[in-house]
């Protein structure tokens, strides 16, 4: 059974850190690329991070660059995204999604709110 699971979201102050989690199962998550995307209220999709299979390449958001790290564990089957000086307008649901050429899995999303 394939499972992507996030975790790390909150509320946190402007300023402040969160570290975002993502969790897979039921594939080989050695051979997939991760990305983080988000979703903000009325707001389309969007991609925040990309993670190569190996670890080896990163690709940020203009928004997000030099405040935000992608990281991966193959070993462990999690990929990380380390949030720094949080913003209000990066409140919204974060997704992890790992694809490859012939499929993705999506996980169920967890919301970050940045409010003072």
């Known amino acids: 059974q394939v499972q992507v699971v996030e975790s790390g979201g909150g509320l946190v102050q402007p300023g402040g850190s969160l570290r975002l989690s993502c969790v897979a199962s039921?594939?080989?998550?050695?051979?997939?690329?991760v990305s983080w995307y988000r979703q903000a209220p009325g707001k389309e999709r969007e991609l925040v991070a990309r993670?190569?299979?190996?670890?080896?390449?990163?690709n940020y958001a203009d928004s997000v660059k030099g405040r935000f790290s992608i990281s991966r564990d193959n070993a462990q089957n999690t990929v990380y995204l380390q949030m720094n000086s949080l913003k209000p307008e990066d409140t919204a649901v974060y997704y992890c999604?790992?694809?490859?050429?012939?499929?993705?899995?999506w996980g169920q999303g967890t919301q970050v709110t940045v409010s003072s």
């Open positions: 039921g594939f080989t998550f050695s051979n997939y690329a």
């Open positions: 993670i190569i299979s190996t670890g080896g390449s990163t």
């Open positions: 999604r790992a694809g490859s050429l012939l499929t993705s899995y």
